[in-house]
């Protein structure tokens, strides 16, 4: 975990004002030794959070544990977090430590902690509040000094107003929420970030000269939505930079699932029955399949969309316009 913050805490993580802001919360947060929330879209990097988090705080020196609750089924995370004691249930041989008490003096991570049952949040809650738990199976109780840090991309709030989600735990666990912005709200990050990933792969592919992002890659970057952050960017990039033969990289594919093989829509056209008065319908339905299949291609780029259907983007933004209540 150490060589991980030190891999990303040299890296050019971004110079935007959205996230040199939350940044600069960050590491004031840091110092508090409260319970903090970050809050992020998927990919965003709420763990690199959570990192930084962990190492700008007095704990630093003691254990960062990570537990992705995600990856855990309900029945699990209760002794995955508090451990059990020989014969709390089959299998149970011998005694064995749980997350809390490994980060004792340290900080416990609890990635989508949204996740985790109803009745293992009011344990959690007994340790935010007084410092004590038990181990599954047994009635001895364990002091422990943790500092929480959970991340999720859900909405807490509206978890508890739906019941799946102790209102008291979120009260406890939100001394500060950290929002992470989302990369198509950082602006020119987007290209720090790819020339950085861009360098990494090449000499990782043994290449000798840097790779070069033409202009018309560098827009359709900044054009693309990057629903996955910036993790989807960093795929992107590596998968360009190594198979590229060419120091400038003028070709992407970000989505690498586009089978070439797939059968292309057509619209059988039958001379004989068409019906001359319904040529507009006709139309409006040709024009409509064109440019669903455009933009579902292009993982709604319009710019993308428009090269791909061979229109001008000012053509391509026409049709749209026209067509947009029915995409």
């Not at 763990?47 to 020196?61: C, F, G």
């Amino acid at each position: 975990m150490e060589k991980q913050f030190r891999e990303y805490s040299q890296a050019p993580l971004g110079e935007s004002e959205a996230f040199l802001s939350f940044q600069q919360a960050l590491s004031r947060a840091a110092t508090v030794d409260r319970s903090i929330l970050v809050v992020g879209e998927r990919g965003s990097g709420k763990e690199i959070a959570a990192i930084r988090l962990h190492y700008l705080s007095p704990r630093w020196q003691n254990n960062l544990v990570t537990v992705n609750c995600a990856a855990l089924p309900p029945s699990l995370i209760e002794t995955e977090l508090f451990g059990y004691e020989a014969g709390a249930f089959t299998g149970a041989t011998k005694s064995r430590k749980g997350r809390f008490e490994e980060a004792e003096g340290g900080t416990l991570f609890l990635d989508e902690i949204g996740l985790i049952p109803f009745e293992v949040q009011e344990k959690i809650l007994r340790v935010v509040e007084y410092g004590t738990f038990e181990r599954v199976g047994s009635s001895k109780t364990h002091e422990v000094d943790v500092r929480i840090v959970g991340a999720t991309n859900a909405d807490l709030p509206a978890l508890c107003a739906e019941g799946k989600f102790k209102q008291d735990l979120l009260d406890r666990l939100s001394f500060e929420v950290l929002f992470l912005p989302p990369l198509r709200k950082r602006g020119e990050d987007i290209l720090l970030l790819a020339h950085y990933f861009a360098s990494k792969m090449a000499l990782e592919c043994g290449k000798n000269d840097m790779p070069i992002l033409s202009a018309a890659i560098q827009q359709q970057l900044l054009d693309y939505p990057w629903p996955g952050n910036v993790r989807e960017l960093k795929n992107v990039i590596e998968r360009a930079v190594y198979r590229s033969s060419d120091t400038t990289i003028t070709t992407i594919q970000i989505n690498p699932f586009e089978n070439p093989y797939a059968p292309v829509a057509s619209v059988p056209v039958l001379v004989e029955e068409v019906q001359l008065g319904a040529y507009e319908q006709a139309k409006r339905d040709l024009d409509l399949l064109y440019l669903k299949k455009a933009l579902q291609q292009a993982q709604e780029n319009q710019k993308e969309a428009a090269k791909l259907l061979n229109l001008t983007y000012d053509q391509f933004r026409g049709l749209y316009r026209k067509y947009k209540e029915d995409l």
